[in-house]
């Protein structure tokens, strides 16, 4: 793994893709060694609001040298970024986190499932599947209609849609299509709320199979040093010697198994 | 042009330092930093033995700073004998272990255990807000100080430095009490207890409810305990408390601090503790400073 660095990028285009929903791409060098799963800190530029924001990485175009964040509106440093336009300077500090095991996909049924904002690590996912020869079901789950980044799943595998209130494909959440359509899985990788990794963890322990999740924590230094964002860990891990993992550093995808969430 | 200072006998080759817990025992940052440019790496806080630190949420953004209350989380004392200090040692900086306990025995065993290892100094964490015992109830009152600060000068083979805590009334008494008792220096502001609420959720922003405020946004309250305190004891100062530039560390020279940390700004930017050192070179370069010393309390009655 390359080393971690903060350095200046370039805003390329952005838009809103869904209400509170943004899709910018940076121009910028951490292109170079991203890949799914892992995420990038993207800084506010106020001042006062100084920490980096821990956002996954949606898409990486290597030979383009970009990198594309989709991310929720969620408080003023988001809000800040969401006004940001093409040309925009920006500073990022990355890459950071461990990615989803893409290897461990091989020759074997891959599901991915995505909730609401945990959808976009998904896209960057099913492409390095695809371009390791692993074609991956992908379920989606979303509120309603507003549907975003659904075609650009369908470019890398089969797309099956949850919405909570039904107006667009299942009815229900990412594992009613898992038990409605009767879908198998061997391997599991999923990113979204708590409750839904939750219920991911008991599924897959129920049907003996594996799942990765990428996990979540309020975060400062983003790269293993300030403890912030820990997380309780089934076994004594190599750092911490306290069964706290760091979620920035030893995650943050995890496997399920491997974590008491 | 001079950047060496000595305290307590021991040479540093500039006096910028990483502030206790916000550079793990170096690692993390060595991507970003050379170590080598740095006068000391100050570790997170080691106990005697592996401390599970608090629930999270532990970290909290506010206007110009941030709330921690992490609570000392650490792998015990062993584990940081076997990993840390080996890892320290391969550079040309010097290693000031903080040592944290819940009782003085705690602290007793950590510094005896470090006794015998390439420790330059140890800096006695009496501070911390976030944990419900130790640490903090030795800091606040000046007889409890002098007590710990007593017992610990007598056991330890390496200079001792005291971590004040801004949370008190009087930071001079702290000071003195320090002083009279032995410590070799002081270092200080750690961070001042505060609270967020989240007004959505009506929930604390923290689950520990109080947390530790640190970043620019405490500076001034710094600089002006790094002022009294300086100015109360003759033992030296280590400086803390929002440093985020070269400007912030000189102030902090200024006002009497004969070293200076970089804490929370190091989330912020990893390359700050290196960019204050060329900084500071700089300054003296630019008002034709031919020994730090001459910074070293320097600021004009």
Known sequence: MSKKAKIKAKVLSQKMIAPDIYDMWFSTELSKDAHAGQFIGVYPLDGAHLLPRPISICEVDREQSSLRIVYRVAGQGTAEFS???????????????????????????????????????????????????????????????????KEDLEKYGRVLVATEDGSVGTKGNVLTVMNELQIEAEVIMACGPMPMLRAIKAYAQEKGITAYISLEERMACGVGACLGCVCKTTHKDHHSHVNNARICTDGPVFDAREVEI | MNTKVTIAGVEFKNPVMTASGTFGSGMEYSDFVDLNKLGAVVTKGVANVPWPGNPVPRVAETHGGMLNAIGLQNPGIDVFIERDIPFLKQFDTKIIVNVCGKSVEDYLEVVERLGDTDVAMLEINVSCPNVKEGAIAFGQKADCLYDITSQIKKKAKQPVIMKLSPNVTDITEMAKAAEAAGADAISLINTITGMKIDIHRRSFAL???????????????????????????????????????????????????????????????????????????????????????????????
Do not use: C
């Open chain 1, 83 to 149: 006004t940001w336009k093409e040309g925009q300077e920006a500073e990022l500090l990355g890459v950071l986190g461990n990615g989803f095991p893409v290897d461990e996909g091989k020759g074997k049924k891959v599901v991915l499932m995505g909730g609401g904002i945990g959808i976009p690590p998904m896209l960057q996912l099913a492409k390095e599947l695809a371009a390791a020869g692993t074609e991956a079901t992908i379920i989606p789950g979303y509120r309603d209609d507003k549907l975003f980044l």
């Open chain 2, 207 to 301: 689950a520990n409810k109080t947390g530790g405020l640190s970043g620019p946004a405490i500076k001034p309250v710094a600089v002006r305990m790094v002022y009294q305190a300086s100015h109360a004891v003759k033992i030296p100062v280590i400086g803390m408390g929002g440093i985020s530039n070269a400007e912030d560390a000189i102030e902090f020279l200024l006002a009497g601090a004969s070293a200076v940390a970089v804490g929370a700004m190091n989330f912020v930017n990893p390359y700050t503790t290196v960019e204050v050192v060329e900084g500071i070179e700089a300054y003296m370069k630019k008002y034709g400073v031919e020994d730090i010393q001459e910074l070293i309390g320097g600021v004009q009655e």
